[in-house]
């Protein structure tokens, strides 16, 4: 049902690279996990840590757990306005309950970011909301 998962988060200088990367982890247990420096407005060094997982077992494993690990009637209401034309789920979690191993969807803000590919043919926002909703519904 996912094709691949890219993940996204920053690290700025008040926060430690350590603990983002286990907050990551605690969601996607299999991500191997880059760094990369930037630069912030105020000249600030941001790290910026990404990875995609795109393993069947890996991605199918995270998506059990998500259902298990999150507020379905969120992940349902929210399917529309977070999913692209092309069948790309976005979600956004909260970076300090990751760490704790909670999994709190948030709207905005500092969080882990992911970009969820639905296998979905032809590749349409329709049918992967379609086909997402089926699963979340058979929850």
Known sequence: MIHNIKFRAFVYENESVDEIKQAILNILPEAEIETEEAEGLLED???ILTGTISKKRFTK???KT???STDLDKLNDDLERKMDDKGNWFLRFDKTSALDEKWIILDKGDAIHLKVKIAAFPAKKQI?????REAILGA
């Open 61 to 63: 494993t995270f998506f």
């Open 45 to 47: 060094k941001i790290l």
């Open 128 to 132: 992967a909301i379609d086909k997402v």
């Open 66 to 68: 998500l259902l298990e």
